[in-house]
């Protein structure tokens, strides 16, 4: 069955960076897009980037733009998002997900927690 299992988030304090991983499998991992979302405490879900089959082609929420990177390693089935310069505002719980065309996601993982504060 199809699994993500996301790992990598803590707390970290405001400028700092942290390497968020999620593993993949029981699906043809390097056939599908993959996207990264988060939900910060009281708020609905925030789109925060994706990632092409290949790796070759990545897309950013503009909040995110400049300080965060998407890559895969389709030989290993991971996903990972690289969060530099990070603020108080990117505190979420941060899921990776299965994209299935137009945005939508068909299977996402439990999250993990990255918290932001001094």
């Known amino acids: 069955q199809v699994q993500l299992v996301e790992s990598g988030g803590g707390l970290v304090q405001p400028g700092g960076s942290l390497r968020l991983s999620c593993a993949a499998s029981g699906f043809s991992f390097s056939t599908y897009w993959m996207i990264w979302v988060r939900q910060a405490p009281g708020k609905g879900l925030e789109w925060v980037s994706a990632?092409?089959?290949?790796?070759?082609?990545?897309y950013y929420a503009d909040s995110v733009k400049g300080r965060f990177t998407i890559f895969r390693d389709n030989a290993k089935s991971m996903l990972y998002l690289q969060m530099n310069s990070l603020k108080p505002e990117d505190t979420a719980v941060y899921y990776c997900?299965?994209?299935?065309?137009?945005?939508?996601?068909?299977?996402w993982g439990k999250g993990t927690l990255v918290t932001v504060s001094s």
């Open positions: 990632i092409d089959s290949g790796g070759g082609m990545t």
């Open positions: 997900a299965r994209e299935i065309g137009q945005g939508a996601m068909d299977y």
